[in-house]
């Protein structure tokens, strides 16, 4: 249930108002735009009389009830786009953040020469992977710590904020100097992870799942931002389907939907999506027309020698060439790139 | 098995290289290009020596298997493009075609006042079903013959080349002026009608069917053209997947996939993908951005009121303006529309 | 909307209990069953005031809706289970009927052979395909007519009822002397077909399409009663899934499921659902386990050189070998085999 | 590779042969089968000559390549069937071992009575959640450690071993007491977990993800296995399909193709695939007849009351009857029960 209030409602009665509420055994979720004071009531709502609270309160404008089981990142509790920082970099409506890098990263020099080349074709955060999930006990799983170091060497010797995948909630510590904590596709519905990533006060990229819907990519949303942690990017990176020439089908109707139904910046990973090198170009372009808020692809200096996911990497002159046609598009979509 | 002909070979050296391999029990599939003319073996060629066909032949210059199972659909056998042409209309590489129209034929003003608007709107094909495939034996079947009747009074009204969906193979005399035939997705693998359709010599609609893998659709395409029917238009409308958020999951991924192994031209539906209104215009840019060769639109005078798919449809206000957002789009891309 | 008739109803006060309904536009289904008779009404019944007929009827016992949108197939309508009668062979509910043949009749000796041998076996009805749906227009399309005659004369050697599977429509007055008339799982939502075959009076086989819901099963089923025949048997056959180690996902919860929804009989095809030999002995006794009504099974004289589904065909030795532990579970389910 | 050993080969020599390959830098699985001792590569194989080390080891019978990725769970390296035992309970072939309980611990007394009810009817391990992977964050999330005292209380009071998921590797000390640990369908691939679980030495249920093939499911038991810890027991649990009408399509063929292709146990949860009470009995019948080791079940003392799945939970008496039924079925089968 979430209550809009009326425009000049000081602190004091905004604080009165759920008072009364959590009194009473509610949560709330407060979300204070620039336009919108909202209230979201949590909890059993169902025998609280809406019209019962709007007439007996002054400072309330309307009520209503929120029948979707996701409020904190809900449009309706939150009507304003969130826009997610990163050092300089902005991730939201109305910017087009490229986030590059490796699958993994594999050493100091490698990781240097693609951050340093990615930064110059114009991406703004770069990925490496340095605990890697995979299918196979017996595949490489990343350069773990020592890999972390390598990536915060590139971090330091660009100024690229950087993104890695965690695995397991005692790794947090040692990604306090990582910018953006991102969690990968099968680990969407680990849910204490979730919440100890909800604890964290750095941004989350949360992968949808390979067999998740959209809702419950919501709902895991939900569980980062009920802990508190309200700077959630949503990334959506293909599901699993009968199709067979393709790694996953890229759900690319799910960016739409997300954008009506969240305030969250939403991306789209056409890297893992396709599994293909020659479909990237063409999704990433899509995903922008469709309304993404940014990329996140897989780039590396020597493709056809990956330790993982060669065949969906693009090489660095490849990256570069997509990166000044999407700067084309930014431009013609008015999006800040 | 293709064979590349050298560039000035003679229509009587071709007649005659076919010749030998139809005498030993092959069929042979001609593509004439500006650039090549190559050759197609179909039948069993695993005992064709490739090399010594090549060395003892001096028309051809090189020769290779073709691994996929179709054929005449596959750009290794056509390299070049495939435009079908409906009157003056053009759908394939460098144009953005755009049909449009309602679901259901419902009466002649509805259909009249539809196609006057898409037309001055843009668009250059008009649809409107009049045998209409229904999950529900209850459900409305369309006008059928009546409809038929409408729908051709309003392409003498407008001038304006029609599509509608065939049912079954009876039906083919009937729709001698309908300009396209299309094949609904339920009927992706109705193996006999490919076959009766394949010997129109009109285009063909073919639409991916809910269930079936990129490779099938190619499979069906080379049913039509197998029957001697070159003109054959693709058509991504969304795959069945455990999404329940949208009707379908729209596979733009097939798009870039569906060029690169095909010399047909593609088109999307994205009213049928999602049967979401609200996702037509995005879904429809991102067609355009991943390299689609057109559309198929729902579009309604009286979307609440429509007697099929309503929720789907745009209005002639939200169709004319999705128009005026995808011509801009079209110059932007280099694609006449 | 179906009312349930009083115990001693006489035909002339049901008639003129429908005929009332008739002439307000609604059609009606009346099913006669030993203990209960029903009536359903179909049309627009929005605005019928179930208590008010119940009232003003002596003959009703009582009304309700039927909010699920198939009628003639829903076991609410038609409460006591189908039984389809072909020759001296039963199929539905306390029987387990076994269907054996080929994929494809491949000569006379062939079909004859296998014949002789399942109906040893204790197969009591024989399947064969003649006009085969294949994904590629260059694979074997069976034997067609020349086929159905090899089929026919295995039918008159060893007086088994036969099914074959229909491709279209033109073909019913060729399957004159064939027992069930099989609609195949890509045609499963051809509704012309479906239309065509129920004006037939022979029992229909209609398979579950690989993306179809069992609602759409019902639904299909419903086109085919709808136009007057009563003798449907569905069949569960697998279902598309990303799991690529099976050719599909046999979805044995439909059995219980269409059994709880529907009177009509539910068979299995463990052969297409796996595609894998060593599968169909297993899956054979979990369907029988879960409930099926039958089998279809695929069994050929000589797998390895059949002319398709080889791999997913036993031989003759072991479906002799699964029919004896399949008399022995029937005798253990109290079912007739 | 595997080399499988002649019969009275020596504990030095196996030692030794093994030495050699670790010396190379391979691991290797050793595997003594009461007819068999085979010796398992892992690692680079590629340039390991087979012949040659067959030829030059006396002790080898033969050797072969495993083209599977999958290697310690895998039949070729380990051909006799695992059995693990928990207490005096036995899970593998030829048993047919019956978990059953609530989907949450609620309350001493209602553990209590669920336990020694299911027990009276035949359950031999008793399940219960008590920390709950829930899709939202306001869902009740389990009694947390309080549940665990209770379930550990019922164990006392009954001597029945127990069974109960865990969420993230630090509960591992927690349930030292608790007999089985589960993975739960969202953890499949939880790869950090599965590798904790590995150092583990007591058995580990793994439930098969919701949208993972059966390669992934084995790939994820070896994970376990590579640890160290030889007690997995495999669950089909239901994969997430298009279908609607059912929470998940159970996919009972997967069933005999992991006994085919492993040594491990497997069992089936019907509940949760189903979504459905009235499901449970027929596919739990099913589930033996195609092969199962054991079930896996919900039972609740009220389960319209239940803080969790009660629609697909039965009642105690629901599940006796069933048990009832299940042993006399487990006579029939050959299997202890």
Not at 274 to 283: D, K, Q
């Amino acid at each position: 249930m979430v209550f809009v209030l009326k425009p000049n409602v000081t602190k004091d009665q905004i604080n009165a108002f759920i008072y009364k509420f959590e009194a009473e055994g509610f949560s709330t979720i407060l979300s204070t735009g620039t336009e919108h004071t909202v209230v979201c009531l949590i909890g059993n709502t169902a025998k609280v009389d809406v019209d019962h609270i709007v007439h007996t309160n002054d400072i309330v404008e309307y009520g209503k009830r929120v029948t979707e089981p996701y409020k904190a990142v809900n449009r309706i509790v939150h009507p304003e786009n969130t826009t997610v920082r990163v050092g300089n970099v902005s991730i939201g409506e109305g910017y087009f953040t490229v986030i590059a890098g490796p699958c993994s990263v594999e050493s100091t020099e490698q990781i240097l020469e693609i951050a340093k080349s990615v930064q110059l074709s114009g991406a703004t955060i770069m990925r490496g992977g340095v605990f890697k999930p995979r299918t196979s006990p017996y595949a490489f799983q990343g350069l773990q710590e020592e890999g972390l170091k390598m990536l915060l060497a590139a971090k330091k010797a660009t100024g690229l904020p950087i993104i890695t995948e965690i695995m397991n909630q005692t790794q947090i510590p040692l990604l306090e100097e990582v910018d953006i904590i991102q969690i990968g596709a099968r680990n969407m519905q680990n849910f204490d992870l979730l919440k100890e990533v909800g604890k964290c006060r750095k941004p989350i990229l949360l992968k949808r799942g390979l067999a998740n819907t959209i809702e419950e990519l919501l709902m895991s949303a939900e569980y980062i931002m009920s802990e508190g942690n309200e700077q959630v990017i949503l990334c959506e990176r293909g599901i699993r389907t009968f199709e067979t020439m393709t790694r996953n089908t890229l759900d690319l109707s799910a960016i739409p939907l997300l954008k009506q139904k969240s305030h969250l910046p939403v991306i789209v990973d056409p890297s893992h999506a396709a599994g293909i090198r020659s479909l990237v170009a063409p999704l990433a372009k899509a995903a922008m027309a469709v309304g993404a808020d940014g990329l996140m692809i897989e780039a590396h200096n020597d493709p056809s020698r990956a330790l993982c996911d060669g065949a969906q990497s693009l090489d660095l002159k490849q990256f570069e060439e997509l990166m000044v046609d999407l700067k084309r598009r930014a431009l013609f979509e008015g999006k800040m790139m």
